[in-house]
C-alpha cells in the first residue's frame, strides 16, 4: 500500500494507490488514527487495472479525500490472505513546507563551492585563451562526486538545454516571493534563507557572463582526483548549425557547443 510519506494536505485530494496480483480482490479501505487506533473512515476502492510490461501487477486506489482532521493515520485493507496496513502519515496544512522547504536550502547551501576550490576559481584559466583569466568564484558543485559547476552540460541540441545553475537561482528567488506574498510568520526563517541562497546564485551568473558575448558554459573539474589546480574555464565560442544531411554538427571543433544566451 503506497502513500505520501510527506502526508497529505488537509483539504487537497488524498489517495493511497494498492499494489497486487490479480488474485487480490481488495474491496474496501479503512483509515485509522494511529493515536486512539480507531477507524475513522471507510470507503470502497477503485480498480485502476494494470500497467504492460509490469510484470502482472494490479493497481487499486484509496480515495479519503474527505477527511479533513488533522492527525497521524494510517491505511488498512483486507485481501482474501491477510490485512495490509500502510505506513503511518500526517495530515495537517503546510506539511510540503514543513518537512522538506529547510532540507532543500541547507542542501544547496552545502553543495556551494568553498576552499581551495573556491579559492582557484577567482583566477581560473581560460583553456583556449592564454595568458587570460577570469572571476568565476562561486556556484553550486554539480553532484556529490562532482565538482565541475554547470550553466549548461551534457546537452545534444541548442536549445532546451538543462540549464542547472540558472534555474536553481530562478526557483530560489522565486520561492522567496512566493512565501513573501502568503505573509505567514511560520516561514520568516526561510525567507531569509531562500533568499541569501538565490543571491548567492545570481551573483555567481553576473561573474559567468562573458564581456560582450554569452555565458561561459562549464567550470570543469577534469582528472580522477579533481585537484583545483586542474580546473578549467569552458565557452562556447560556436553555435550550432542545421545541415539538410545531418540534425546539426559541431562547428569549429569546439568542445563547449550549448550557447546559454
Known amino acids: ?53 509490469w510484470d502482472g501487477r494490479v493497481f487499486w486506489t484509496a480515495d479519503f479525500s474527505q477527511w ?12 482474501k490472505d491477510a490485512e495490509v496496513s500502510s505506513c503511518a502519515f500526517e495530515i495537517n496544512d503546510d506539511l510540503l513546507e514543513r518537512n522538506t522547504l529547510s532540507n532543500v536550502i541547507f542542501y544547496f547551501k552545502g553543495q556551494r563551492s568553498s576552499g581551495l576550490i573556491d579559492q582557484a576559481d577567482r583566477h581560473l584559466a581560460l583553456h583556449d585563451e592564454p595568458g587570460r583569466f577570469v572571476d568565476v568564484h562561486g556556484g553550486w558543485y554539480d553532484a556529490t562526486g562532482d565538482y ?24 530560489l528567488l522565486k520561492s522567496y516571493q512566493a512565501l513573501l506574498a502568503r505573509k505567514d510568520d511560520n516561514f520568516s526563517e526561510y525567507e531569509r534563507r531562500v533568499l541569501d541562497e538565490g543571491l548567492y546564485g545570481a551573483d555567481f551568473l553576473v561573474r559567468m557572463k562573458r564581456p560582450n558575448g554569452s555565458f561561459f558554459e562549464t ?12 580546473r578549467a574555464g569552458e565557452y562556447d565560442a560556436c553555435r550550432w548549425r542545421l545541415h539538410a544531411a545531418r540534425i546539426s554538427e559541431y562547428c569549429g571543433g569546439c568542445v563547449s557547443v550549448s550557447r546559454c544566451a
Open 148 to 171: 565541475g559547476i554547470h550553466l549548461s552540460h551534457q546537452n545534444p541540441t541548442s536549445y532546451f538545454n538543462p540549464q542547472q545553475v540558472p534555474l536553481v537561482a530562478w526557483s
Open 1 to 53: 500500500m503506497l502513500v505520501d510519506h510527506v502526508g497529505y494536505e488537509l483539504h487537497a485530494p488524498k489517495q493511497a494507490v494498492l499494489v497486487g496480483s490479480a488474485q487480490d480482490s481488495p474491496q474496501e479501505f479503512s483509515l485509522v488514527d494511529v493515536d486512539t487506533g480507531k477507524t475513522v473512515l471507510s470507503g470502497k476502492t477503485a480498480t485502476a487495472g494494470e500497467v504492460k510490461a
Open 68 to 79: 479533513q482532521t488533522a492527525g497521524h493515520y494510517l491505511l488498512q485493507v483486507r485481501t
Open 219 to 230: 567550470i570543469a573539474a577534469p582528472g580522477k582526483d579533481k585537484q583545483a589546480q586542474d
